[in-house]
């Protein structure tokens, strides 16, 4: 199986961008994962939510496949423990699932189409983060997730 996280926009902070880096090369050790970062839309100021949301999709969905499971990062999306988390990607690994792409939205969220393209949706918190945070929250969850499955002595119940 490859898992994939694609996110709208770079990651700025220094950081975040090490913190990321840090779990991209824990995970190599673990599941095939590519990591796709597709530029901010240029000119949003001419644009009003929608369009923007809609000019965001036109470019992710040339990211997917056909047969590509896909979850958004949403707010309103099933809510996990770590544990249950990495049933959740065992669960995909053992259903044969080729590709398992999560998906990232920009500041206002996904357009339509990309909910109905969408197989489900997960949510990291009630709480709001902004979505370059999301990207380190959830490479390091997916790490956790992997160190569960080994049973190696990262997580800790």
Do not use: C
């Not at 709208?8 to 913190?19: A, M, N």
């Not at 995909?92 to 109905?116: A, W």
């Amino acid at each position: 199986m490859k898992i994939s996280l694609i996110a709208i926009g770079k990651t700025e902070d220094k950081y975040l961008i090490e913190g990321i880096d840090k779990y991209l090369s824990r995970l190599k050790h673990y599941i095939n994962f590519s990591f796709t970062v597709i530029p901010d839309i240029k000119n949003t100021k001419n644009l009003t939510e929608a369009q923007q949301k809609s000019k965001e999709a036109e470019l992710i969905l040339k990211q997917l496949n056909n047969s590509d499971v896909v979850v958004l990062m949403d707010e309103k999306g099933k809510k996990y423990s770590s544990v249950q988390f990495s049933q959740y990607i065992n669960k995909q690994m053992v259903g044969s699932v080729q590709n398992l792409v999560f998906i990232i939205g920009g500041p206002y969220g996904f357009d339509e189409s990309i909910y109905k393209r969408a197989n489900s949706s997960i949510s990291l918190s009630d709480m709001t983060f902004s979505h370059q945070m999301v990207r380190l929250f959830f490479v390091e969850q997916l790490y956790r997730a992997f160190t569960i499955l080994k049973n190696e002595p990262y997580h800790h119940e």
